[in-house]
């Protein structure tokens, strides 16, 4: 080996998959700079999205990735997110997903099914530590919650670097709903709100999380993230909010690093 290769350890590359409603996304993901090597490779989620029926697609997504040049090892192991509370590789919630995954051990699920290791987290907690890591959050001490507006209201709370998992900021209940029934871009879109009607829900939400855990910095992550300009130029808070920078492959890179640091081949 020589002197330069001592210095630089090789970051292999990781395979990273986010599970979504709509969509079963994948990627090979270059640790070192937080981004994908090659092309994103997508599917639509099977509906019903039963646990067997995703596992079949992720198999297919893995495959795929896998047969590319740049793949890693074919026993690497494999990080997956899940829009759902995930506790010991249990799922645990299922606000937007089939009923039926409540209770499955997704990590045996998907390792049994590919045949390598596989560890799932929470959608939006790999958004937060891709950004906390590569993107807008980088840098940042303190306090820095990410949130995630798509079909539902992903968070993910960080503090100094480090992920406090399964914050579930989505689910609060603001004036008698539960917030992300009303603040979601899905509801955005299903309730035919302009952006300034729609401004006025997100900043009855944000100002209620700034009032709860002071942050340093708000990221605003999901589809929506792209529309940014429309919407947080009218939120008045005192914590500085700023899109997220990965935009749609945050999950993937989070779901990568998370697995990549669990095995000690990132730190
Ligand atoms: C779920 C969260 C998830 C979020 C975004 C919510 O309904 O409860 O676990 O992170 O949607 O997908």
């Given at each position: 080996?020589?002197k330069?290769?001592?210095?630089s350890p090789?970051?292999?590359?990781?395979?990273?998959?986010?599970?979504g409603?709509?969509?079963i996304?994948?990627g090979i993901?270059?640790?070192?700079?937080?981004?994908?090597?090659?092309?994103?490779?997508r599917?639509?989620?099977?509906?019903?999205?039963?646990?067997?029926a995703v596992?079949?697609?992720?198999a297919?997504?893995?495959?795929?990735?896998?047969s590319r040049d740049?793949?890693?090892?074919?026993s690497?192991?494999?990080?997956?997110?899940?829009?759902?509370i995930?506790?010991?590789g249990?799922v645990?919630?299922?606000?937007?997903?089939?009923?039926?995954?409540?209770?499955?051990d997704?990590?045996?699920?998907?390792t049994k099914?590919?045949?390598?290791?596989v560890e799932?987290?929470?959608?939006a907690?790999?958004?937060?530590?891709?950004?906390a890591r590569?993107?807008a959050?980088k840098?940042?001490?303190g306090?820095?919650?990410?949130i995630?507006?798509?079909?539902g209201i992903?968070?993910?709370?960080i503090f100094?670097g480090?992920?406090?998992?399964n914050?579930?900021?989505?689910?609060?209940?603001?004036d008698g709903?539960d917030?992300?029934?009303?603040?979601?871009?899905?509801a955005r879109?299903?309730?035919?709100?302009?952006?300034?009607?729609?401004?006025?829900?997100l900043?009855?939400?944000?100002?209620h999380?700034?009032?709860?855990?002071?942050?340093?910095l708000?990221?605003?992550?999901?589809?929506?993230?792209?529309?940014?300009d429309?919407?947080?130029?009218?939120l008045d808070?005192?914590?500085k909010?700023?899109?997220a920078?990965?935009?749609?492959?945050?999950?993937i890179?989070?779901a990568?690093l998370?697995i990549?640091?669990?095995?000690?081949?990132?730190?």
């Amino acid at each position: 080996m020589s002197k330069k290769d001592e210095k630089s350890p090789k970051h292999e590359p990781m395979i990273g998959i986010d599970i979504g409603g709509t969509g079963i996304k994948g990627g090979i993901v270059d640790l070192k700079k937080g981004k994908l090597i090659g092309d994103r490779f997508r599917v639509p989620t099977p509906q019903p999205a039963t646990p067997d029926a995703v596992a079949d697609v992720v198999a297919k997504v893995v495959e795929e990735l896998s047969s590319r040049d740049d793949a890693p090892s074919p026993s690497s192991p494999v990080g997956v997110t899940f829009p759902g509370i995930i506790q010991h590789g249990i799922v645990l919630s299922a606000a937007n997903v089939d009923k039926s995954w409540l209770n499955t051990d997704i990590d045996a699920l998907l390792t049994k099914r590919l045949g390598r290791p596989v560890e799932v987290i929470n959608d939006a907690d790999a958004a937060g530590l891709a950004e906390a890591r590569y993107g807008a959050g980088k840098g940042v001490d303190g306090t820095v919650m990410v949130i995630t507006l798509g079909t539902g209201i992903g968070s993910a709370f960080i503090f100094n670097g480090q992920l406090v998992p399964n914050a579930e900021l989505g689910h609060l209940e603001i004036d008698g709903f539960d917030a992300e029934s009303k603040a979601s871009a899905v509801a955005r879109e299903r309730d035919g709100l302009s952006w300034e009607e729609y401004s006025v829900l997100l900043q009855r939400y944000f100002s209620h999380v700034e009032f709860l855990f002071s942050p340093e910095l708000f990221i605003v992550g999901g589809g929506i993230s792209k529309r940014a300009d429309e919407y947080l130029p009218r939120l008045d808070l005192r914590t500085k909010i700023v899109p997220a920078e990965l935009k749609n492959e945050a999950g993937i890179v989070g779901a990568a690093l998370e697995i990549a640091v669990h095995h000690n081949i990132a730190k």
